[in-house]
């Protein structure tokens, strides 16, 4: 049962959509109210499990750390970083007496959890936020109770689960043509390109650059036929420019946010000085969301959205920012000038001026809405969105990827770790830039990376502009990398059931060991994860490791893939150590579960997933099919597969 205590007046996020009993105090924090602030504070027991806070750094369990909750543009950063590029306020404490607790507000949320082993959370915010707490007979059922109160998550078309590829760096349709050709050619499966921001012109939203673009309608129906989607991107910032409409139209309504004289705040981000829309506003998210017309006309069927915490290079009080000189980790608690301007804007809430910093959380996730909510009545099927910037709620309108990540083995680690914290805050299509976005990606990491990725919602290989080029085949030996992608298309009818399943039924699709194995190991356990309700996964996530270290936490079928064929083992419960080869994925199906595999295509308008074969030594499977694009997702497209 979820109770809610109210303090002040907080911002209504969204976040939540089902009604809450309020109670009269908390049940698990004593709070202490001070002048600006309230402190709220919980005894751990020495072996309680912290689970939670989405896209944040550090282990699966989240003690030993602190952790603020204000989206950030950080490229590099590491396991001592305080904020990332989204804000989920919930976490579980398991343990003796499990609960679960939300603190919902669009302002900045300090955590620290048995911080120096002082054997406490402490949760600091301003006077005003929503608190709600929930127990229950676990950290599973209490994660399910949360993804139910805050509502289904987006559900995006079948080919949003093939294989993406991305660069920053892209310009011309020759590029896009090389990527295409690249991955046919070399027979590894693909079914979309995302076009970065050198497709617009001078980066201006909802512009496409018609020297590098002749016709982009044409194209976008061409590379369809071939079975590949083009992605573009979307800013924040507006570019101040007479003649470009969205600017224009956004000046004459008066839909920007607004500088303490009230007049448009001006920040420079890609296109040189822009206004910011302000997203808080339903008629300017009508808007901004109507202007991806402009491309959904021609064709376009997804997007993403970026910069939209938002970044800011500098403005008109501040001068240059953090997001051109990032912040050393030892100097993150300084302030950055970033942060000094989201106290130079305001936006208007209900007919009220609000400083920006006070519901800073909300505004990359309102940008998502906004996009969301239109796409939805300008498309008749089902479409991809994702962004960088988040908060709890956004999850129904769109998917995440968690933002600049760089090319090394900690990255990866990162990714594995923050999967399933990402799935108890609602995002479940989410992922990572598979093969990171700054630094060279060696061959190796690239490997074991998607062989990981084979199992996120969101798989797409995106890197930054002057890396070494990451498109799978640059790289020497492309069985290697036929081998690890074709095992994606092979898994998607258990990736596509799992996910709708999930999505359905308020449930997680990726979980840590420790959800529904309680033995010391699957509770300590940060390398390993259930994908859905069959699968175990321990990728390979050491440099130059020809395999590692698995626990088993019950005996299980393994599964070894090859790119020829699946390989099935019994292998009892216990340690187990295994050799896995870089043309290889290893994963494990649980006992009396089965996966449907199939054939695999060279991309998911050509693949045949009622054509399965049930692995694993389950009888039976409960499998969604539908035709990969309807909006009507529903429990009546689950048939039950049993094994002949
Ligand atoms: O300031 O559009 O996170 O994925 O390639 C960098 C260029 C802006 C940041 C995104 C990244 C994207 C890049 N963008």
């Given at each position: 049962m979820a109770k809610q205590v109210i303090f002040g007046?907080?911002?209504?996020?969204?976040?939540?959509?089902k009604p809450v009993e309020q109670a009269e105090?908390?049940?698990?924090f004593e709070v202490n109210e001070q002048a600006d602030k309230l402190v709220f504070r919980c005894k751990l027991d020495k072996n309680d499990i912290v689970y939670g806070l989405g896209e944040?750094?550090?282990?699966?369990?989240?003690?030993g750390g602190r952790y603020v909750s204000y989206n950030t543009d950080d490229?590099?950063?590491?396991?001592?970083?305080?904020?990332?590029y989204g804000s989920h306020n919930f976490i579980v404490v398991a343990g003796r007496k499990p609960f679960g607790a939300f603190f919902d507000t669009p302002g900045k949320v300090v955590w620290d959890i048995d911080?120096?082993?002082?054997?406490e959370i402490v949760v600091t915010t301003d006077q005003n936020v929503k608190v709600v707490e929930m127990d229950g007979d676990g950290a599973y059922p209490i994660a399910r109770e949360f993804l139910s109160l805050i509502g289904r998550s987006f559900i995006p078309p079948l080919w949003a689960f093939g294989f993406g590829q991305s660069r920053?760096?892209?310009?011309r349709q020759r590029d896009f043509d090389n990527v295409a050709d690249g991955y046919r050619n070399n027979n590894i499966p693909l079914d979309w390109i995302c076009m970065d921001i050198d497709y617009m012109d001078r980066f201006i939203?909802?512009?496409?650059?018609v020297k590098r673009f002749p016709d982009l309608k044409g194209y976008v129906a061409a590379l369809k036929q071939r079975g590949i989607r083009l992605v573009p991107i979307i800013d924040a910032g507006v570019k101040?420019?007479?003649?470009n409409a969205t600017y224009d139209e956004g000046i004459k309504n008066g839909f920007f946010c607004t500088n303490h004289e009230g007049k448009p705040f001006k920040a420079a981000v890609w296109p040189g000085m822009t206004h910011f829309p302000d997203f808080f506003r339903p008629e300017c998210r009508e808007w901004f969301g109507n202007e991806y017309r402009k491309l959904t006309e021609l064709g376009i069927e997804g997007f993403w959205n970026d910069?939209?915490?938002?970044?800011?290079?500098?403005s008109e009080y501040t001068?240059?920012?953090?997001?051109l000189t990032p912040v050393p980790a030892s100097e993150q608690e300084k302030e950055t000038n970033a942060y000094k301007d989201y106290r130079n804007f305001y936006h208007l809430v209900d007919g009220r001026r609000v400083l920006h910093e006070k519901v800073h959380n909300l505004y990359g996730a309102l940008m998502t809405r906004a996009a969301s909510e239109q796409l939805d009545k300008l498309l008749p099927d089902r479409f991809l969105l994702f962004s960088r910037s988040s908060y709890v709620g956004a999850h129904r309108y769109g998917g995440i990827w968690t933002g600049d990540n760089g090319s090394d083995w900690d990255h990866l680690a990162r990714n594995v770790r923050m999967m399933p914290s990402l799935n108890m805050c609602g995002f479940l299509y989410s992922g990572a830039d598979t093969g990171g976005f700054g630094g060279n990606c060696s061959r190796e990491l690239l490997l074991r990376w998607l062989a990981f990725s084979c199992f996120t919602p969101l798989m797409r290989n995106h890197t930054a502009i002057l890396?070494?080029?990451?498109?799978?085949?640059?790289?020497?030996?492309?069985e290697d990398f036929q081998s690890v992608v074709s095992l994606r298309y092979k898994l998607l009818p258990y990736i596509y059931s799992e996910f709708v399943k999930a999505a359905l039924s308020s449930d997680m699709y990726i979980k840590p060991l420790g959800f529904e194995y309680f033995d010391e190991r699957s509770l300590a356990v940060q390398d390993q994860l259930l994908v859905g309700e069959s699968v175990m996964v321990a990728p390979v996530?050491?440099?130059?490791?020809k395999g590692r270290k698995v626990w088993l936490p019950d005996e299980m079928t393994e599964v070894r893939y090859d790119g020829n064929c699946f390989t099935c083992e019994r292998v009892p419960m216990g340690e187990r150590e295994i050799k896995v080869a870089l043309n290889e994925v290893v994963f494990y199906i649980r006992k009396g579960k089965c996966v449907p595999v199939c054939k695999g295509a060279q991309c998911t308008d050509e693949l045949?997933?009622?054509?399965v074969v049930l692995l694993g030594d389950g009888k039976q499977y409960r499998c969604y099919t539908d035709d990969?694009?309807?909006?009507?997702?529903?429990?009546?497209n689950i048939v039950t597969l049993s094994r002949k």
């Amino acid at each position: 049962m979820a109770k809610q205590v109210i303090f002040g007046t907080p911002y209504e996020t969204g976040a939540i959509v089902k009604p809450v009993e309020q109670a009269e105090g908390l049940a698990h924090f004593e709070v202490n109210e001070q002048a600006d602030k309230l402190v709220f504070r919980c005894k751990l027991d020495k072996n309680d499990i912290v689970y939670g806070l989405g896209e944040q750094v550090k282990g699966i369990n989240k003690r030993g750390g602190r952790y603020v909750s204000y989206n950030t543009d950080d490229p590099n950063h590491n396991d001592g970083s305080l904020s990332l590029y989204g804000s989920h306020n919930f976490i579980v404490v398991a343990g003796r007496k499990p609960f679960g607790a939300f603190f919902d507000t669009p302002g900045k949320v300090v955590w620290d959890i048995d911080v120096d082993d002082s054997g406490e959370i402490v949760v600091t915010t301003d006077q005003n936020v929503k608190v709600v707490e929930m127990d229950g007979d676990g950290a599973y059922p209490i994660a399910r109770e949360f993804l139910s109160l805050i509502g289904r998550s987006f559900i995006p078309p079948l080919w949003a689960f093939g294989f993406g590829q991305s660069r920053w760096g892209y310009k011309r349709q020759r590029d896009f043509d090389n990527v295409a050709d690249g991955y046919r050619n070399n027979n590894i499966p693909l079914d979309w390109i995302c076009m970065d921001i050198d497709y617009m012109d001078r980066f201006i939203d909802f512009t496409v650059n018609v020297k590098r673009f002749p016709d982009l309608k044409g194209y976008v129906a061409a590379l369809k036929q071939r079975g590949i989607r083009l992605v573009p991107i979307i800013d924040a910032g507006v570019k101040i420019e007479p003649g470009n409409a969205t600017y224009d139209e956004g000046i004459k309504n008066g839909f920007f946010c607004t500088n303490h004289e009230g007049k448009p705040f001006k920040a420079a981000v890609w296109p040189g000085m822009t206004h910011f829309p302000d997203f808080f506003r339903p008629e300017c998210r009508e808007w901004f969301g109507n202007e991806y017309r402009k491309l959904t006309e021609l064709g376009i069927e997804g997007f993403w959205n970026d910069m939209n915490e938002p970044a800011i290079f500098y403005s008109e009080y501040t001068g240059i920012t953090n997001s051109l000189t990032p912040v050393p980790a030892s100097e993150q608690e300084k302030e950055t000038n970033a942060y000094k301007d989201y106290r130079n804007f305001y936006h208007l809430v209900d007919g009220r001026r609000v400083l920006h910093e006070k519901v800073h959380n909300l505004y990359g996730a309102l940008m998502t809405r906004a996009a969301s909510e239109q796409l939805d009545k300008l498309l008749p099927d089902r479409f991809l969105l994702f962004s960088r910037s988040s908060y709890v709620g956004a999850h129904r309108y769109g998917g995440i990827w968690t933002g600049d990540n760089g090319s090394d083995w900690d990255h990866l680690a990162r990714n594995v770790r923050m999967m399933p914290s990402l799935n108890m805050c609602g995002f479940l299509y989410s992922g990572a830039d598979t093969g990171g976005f700054g630094g060279n990606c060696s061959r190796e990491l690239l490997l074991r990376w998607l062989a990981f990725s084979c199992f996120t919602p969101l798989m797409r290989n995106h890197t930054a502009i002057l890396t070494r080029k990451q498109e799978c085949y640059r790289y020497g030996g492309k069985e290697d990398f036929q081998s690890v992608v074709s095992l994606r298309y092979k898994l998607l009818p258990y990736i596509y059931s799992e996910f709708v399943k999930a999505a359905l039924s308020s449930d997680m699709y990726i979980k840590p060991l420790g959800f529904e194995y309680f033995d010391e190991r699957s509770l300590a356990v940060q390398d390993q994860l259930l994908v859905g309700e069959s699968v175990m996964v321990a990728p390979v996530i050491e440099k130059g490791a020809k395999g590692r270290k698995v626990w088993l936490p019950d005996e299980m079928t393994e599964v070894r893939y090859d790119g020829n064929c699946f390989t099935c083992e019994r292998v009892p419960m216990g340690e187990r150590e295994i050799k896995v080869a870089l043309n290889e994925v290893v994963f494990y199906i649980r006992k009396g579960k089965c996966v449907p595999v199939c054939k695999g295509a060279q991309c998911t308008d050509e693949l045949n997933m009622t054509d399965v074969v049930l692995l694993g030594d389950g009888k039976q499977y409960r499998c969604y099919t539908d035709d990969g694009f309807t909006k009507d997702v529903s429990e009546s497209n689950i048939v039950t597969l049993s094994r002949k």
